[in-house]
């Protein structure tokens, strides 16, 4: 498959050399920040799924503003340019909107700068990766969090397969409190698991039990929809 070619050959090839420099700056700092991400000790006090983000946006935005490269500007000094005897000067356009714009398309990581490179013709599509199926929804996910000041075990039993005086499956309990922000970005110690969920299988009936040394905060059989995400709060 021939990839077009959007433009004059020139502004192909500026653009290409300026992506090329996005992506490979993007993997370098995925592999860099993987030590930390995969650090034991980061995994015990943060969430990664939250931590990880701000992480990145910060790390790329250091890279792009003290290494001078502000991508998204020379992409658009590029387009910008229709006299090639007087090229459009990056400089000009680089302000803390590009920068911002480069430091975040670069926090995406190199997936994201594929994409970009697949949205405007420089890369081929793999017309079987399109075509391939996406998951099913075959897992859910339950939590459980507590503000007891004892010592708190959580079982969850599996049961087997749903009967019919089994519960109606839970696809989602709704709390009236918000996650605290703080609760996003650390590894929270009164939650079961301390961040996500523990992946239970939908149409199995499951005994999910919390208890202190004192008393029993929860003992429950419980059923789970598919693709359900049940977050409980016990007291």
Do not use: C
């Not at 229709?82 to 400089?91: F, L, Q, Y």
């Not at 997936?111 to 929804?137: A, D, Y």
Request: aromatic content about 8%.
């Amino acid at each position: 498959m021939k990839v077009p070619v959007p433009g004059s050959g020139q502004i192909y090839e500026k653009s290409l050399a300026a992506l090329t420099m996005l992506f490979v700056l993007a993997v370098l700092l995925e592999n860099a920040f993987s030590v930390i991400f995969n650090w034991r000790v980061f995994l015990a006090y943060f969430s990664l799924s939250g931590a990880k983000t701000v992480v990145m946006v910060v790390a790329a935005w250091i890279v792009v503003y003290f290494l001078n490269l502000d991508i998204v500007a020379r992409l658009i000094a590029v387009y910008a340019t229709t006299d090639p005897a007087k090229p459009v000067n990056p400089a000009e356009l680089s302000g803390p909107v590009s920068i911002v714009l480069t430091a975040l398309i670069l926090a995406g990581g190199s997936s994201g700068v594929n994409r970009i490179m697949k949205g405007l013709g420089f890369r081929s599509n793999n017309p079987e990766e399109e075509k391939s199926p996406k998951p099913k929804l075959t897992d859910a996910w339950v939590s459980v969090r507590h503000k007891s000041k004892e010592r708190v075990i959580v079982t969850i039993l599996d049961k087997g397969p749903a009967g019919t005086g089994s519960p109606a499956p839970l696809a989602r309990v709704i709390n009236h409190r918000r996650q605290s922000l703080a609760g996003l970005f650390i590894h929270r110690t009164d939650r079961f698991p301390g961040s996500g969920g523990f992946t239970v299988k939908p149409g199995q009936v499951y005994t999910l039990k919390v208890v202190t040394t004192v008393k029993t905060l929860l003992e429950e059989d419980m059923v789970f929809a598919p693709g359900a995400i049940v977050d409980l709060f016990v007291s």
